[in-house]
């Protein structure tokens, strides 16, 4: 049964374990070695991993795999990826191998825009609400000054400031939507830190208002925040060859065009299918998020954010025929840093970031979109052609074999043997009982 404590927060590590390993395990020693067994031998590593988040007990690992051959406007990555799923780097790899002898992939950087809002009630007369925002306008940014100065002399900082009116939609609802550019870093605590001083502004001069009534000064802000709704901070990747080019073992390259193409319109008008197709697309793009130390959880939510646009979720990808030449392209928001946050403490992430040739924060929006696009790539060659299951289950062998504690004879055996079988779950747990009943 589960018990409630308080104070938790404040137990040593040790402590903390303590109390979960006796409130949960009924194996408390086998509990604790396990969350041991995962600690860093190297006292500094561990520590700067607990600092990371609140009441750490362990680590929990992600295998970090790479994708060599990517050719990105003509210049040559290998791309690392933090992801648990089996058959996603090799997708990567090959889909990246493909188009490497078809020309690369082609990227382009639209716009770089973050936005963020103070969100406020204001019960009165809108016009005055609008000539008061107007008459302290500069009073946002020069207050702010602090915040920005170093920004501004990297080239970025405030960009725009308007008063937007919701009342439409939410009695005495206003926003001020601001408009940031924060250059390599992903910004968060930049623009909140701008917010929350437009906030104190805002309250500030409206109390001192004279053209306000004393109900009117009342402004009543309820939040301030950055939004991870980013659809100007825009970046597009395509690949492009000619159809005869796509011709490969047994495929004739006019046919697979015309198929894939089908496949990417379904996804264009099917939500269910989108979700997926997109899901797709997201396995390439978390895992260079990850490994680069960004925010995975807000890059997923601005993208499928934006997959919505048209009123409808929707693919993000689109493909077409058109003389002969087939093209494959995607235009997402990806609001990422490379420096702050993460980018400079976690050293597998420095050691990520040294990997890509130290990306500017638009290089890696363009790395992270070919990941994407890639990995949405492979998936539907895979499935408008041979299926999904015949290279995902080959890829999953070895998890079936790890969970049954396979050796590396046995494994050895089995990979042979699979090669030429079909390869289901319920195959793979038949012949390891076969392989140890006839040992
Ligand atoms: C599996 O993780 C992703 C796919 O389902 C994507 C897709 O269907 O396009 C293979």
């Not at 939410?170 to 910004?187: I, P, R, S, V």
Request: aromatic share 10%; glycine share 6%; charged share 20%.
């Amino acid at each position: 049964m589960s018990k409630s404590i308080s104070g938790f927060s404040k137990l040593s590590k040790s402590k903390k374990i303590d109390w979960i390993v006796n409130t949960y395990f009924s194996n408390t020693d086998d509990a604790k070695r396990i969350l041991k067994q995962y600690w860093n031998n190297d006292e500094k590593l561990q520590q700067l991993h607990d600092e990371f988040i609140e009441n750490t007990i362990t680590n929990y690992y992600l295998p970090l795999g790479v994708a060599p051959n990517f050719l990105i406007n003509n210049k040559l990555y290998t791309i690392p990826m933090a992801i648990e799923e089996s058959s996603v780097v090799a997708a990567a790899s090959k889909a990246a191998k493909f188009w490497m002898d078809r020309g690369g992939f082609k990227t382009k950087v639209i716009s770089t825009t973050k936005i963020g809002h103070v969100h406020f009630l204001f019960r009165g007369n809108f016009d005055k609400l609008k000539t008061f925002f107007d008459s302290i306008k500069p009073k946002f940014y020069s207050e702010a000054k602090s915040i920005t100065q170093n920004m501004e002399k990297r080239g970025g900082g405030i960009l725009d400031i308007e008063l937007r009116s919701k009342t439409e939609e939410l009695n005495n609802y206003y926003q001020l939507h601001a408009k940031f550019e924060t250059l390599d870093a992903m910004g968060a605590n930049f623009i909140n830190s701008c917010l929350e001083q437009f906030a104190k502004t805002l309250k500030t001069e409206a109390l001192n208002y004279e053209g306000f009534t004393q109900d009117e000064k009342q402004i009543e802000v309820v939040m301030s925040i950055l939004s991870n709704y980013v659809p100007d901070c825009l970046v597009r990747a395509e690949v492009s060859c000619k159809v005869d080019e796509l011709t490969q073992k047994n495929i004739d390259g006019k046919a697979f065009a015309e198929k894939f193409v089908q496949a990417v319109k379904i996804a264009e008008i099917e939500t269910y299918r989108a979700v997926t197709h997109n899901k797709g697309i997201m396995n390439g793009i978390d895992a260079v998020v990850l490994a680069t130390g960004n925010d995975f959880r807000a890059i997923e939510a601005g993208v499928h954010a934006y997959a919505t646009k048209s009123g409808a979720y929707s693919s993000l990808s689109h493909a077409k025929i058109e003389n002969g030449v087939f093209s494959f392209w995607m235009e997402i928001p990806l609001a990422l840093g490379t420096v702050g946050g993460l980018t400079g403490l976690h050293p597998l992430v420095k050691l990520a970031l040294e990997m890509l040739h130290h990306p500017s924060a638009k290089e890696l929006m363009q790395i992270v979109a070919v990941a994407g696009l890639a990995q949405n790539f492979a998936a539907l060659r895979s499935l408008t052609t041979t299926g999904i299951q015949q290279g995902h289950m080959k890829m999953h062998l070895m998890n079936i074999l790890n969970q049954f504690e396979a050796t590396e004879t046995e494994k050895n055996i089995l990979s042979k043997q699979f090669e030429n079988q079909t390869l289901t779950h319920s195959a793979v747990v038949s012949a390891i009982e076969n392989l140890r009943s006839n040992n």
